[in-house]
C-alpha cells in the first residue's frame, strides 16, 4: 500500500509540474483501489477479478450493487443492455427495456400496448396486460423477444422499477438488472430472488 500511495504521490506531482509548463507529461500513472471482487472471471471456472476505482477519486464507481455478487461478463451486459435502454427513453420518449446476454441484445422494446395475438404468445391474459405499468410492459416485450435466449439475461429498465416489473422479473432466470432505481416493493420482491 506504501508503495501504491508513493506512486500515487509522484504521478501527482509530475502532472502538476507539466500542466504548469504546459507540457504532456511524459508518463501518468493511475493508482486504483479495489472496490469488490467478482462473482468469477470471464468464466465459472476461472479466478475471481476484481472492481477497482481510482484511488482518491471522489466519484467511486458509477453504479452500486444491491444484491449478490456480480460477474465479469454481467457488468458488462449491464453497462451496454443501459445504454441501449437510455438512448431508446431519450429518441422515444417510452419507457424502454433490454435483455442481454454475453454482451450481446437478446431483446430491446419500448411501452407500447400489446396486442392480443402478443397477449397469446406471451400468456398474459388481456386484463393483465393492460394493468402492466409502462417499465413492466417494456420489460415484458423486451424478454418475450427471444425468450430461450433471455434465459440467465442481464435486463435494464430505463425507468424506475416498480412493484410489477419487480414480480415478472421474479418468475424469470435472470442474473440482474440495471436501473435508474427501485420502489422499495420491487426491492423487497428482488432481493428474495434467489437463483437468477
Known amino acids: 500500500r506504501a508503495f501504491a500511495l508513493s506512486a500515487s504521490y509522484d504521478s501527482a506531482i509530475s502532472s502538476w509540474f507539466a500542466n504548469q509548463l504546459e507540457a504532456d507529461a511524459p508518463i501518468t500513472a493511475r493508482v486504483y483501489k479495489p472496490e469488490f471482487p467478482l462473482k468469477y472471471g470471464c468464466n465459472p471456472h476461472q479466478k475471481p477479478a476484481m472492481i477497482s476505482s481510482l484511488l482518491n477519486s471522489d466519484d467511486g464507481l458509477p453504479f452500486d450493487v444491491l444484491n449478490g455478487v456480480p460477474g465479469y461478463i454481467n457488468l458488462l451486459d449491464a453497462a451496454n443492455a443501459w445504454q441501449l435502454v437510455k ?88 442474473d440482474g438488472i440495471v436501473a435508474p432505481g427501485y420502489t422499495d416493493e420491487a426491492r423487497a420482491i428482488l432481493a428474495k430472488k434467489k437463483g437468477g
Open 87 to 174: 438512448e431508446l427513453r431519450e429518441a422515444t420518449g417510452l419507457a424502454a427495456a433490454s435483455s442481454f446476454k454475453h454482451v450481446s441484445p437478446a431483446g430491446a422494446a419500448v411501452a407500447v400496448p400489446l396486442k392480443d395475438v402478443e397477449c397469446d404468445a406471451y400468456e398474459v391474459t388481456r386484463e393483465a396486460a393492460d394493468a402492466l405499468t409502462p417499465v413492466a410492459l417494456a420489460y415484458l416485450r423486451a424478454r418475450n423477444a427471444d425468450p430461450m435466449c433471455s434465459f440467465g439475461d442481464f435486463a435494464a429498465v430505463s425507468d424506475v422499477v416498480d412493484e410489477a416489473t419487480a414480480l415478472i422479473l421474479k418468475k424469470e432466470v435472470s
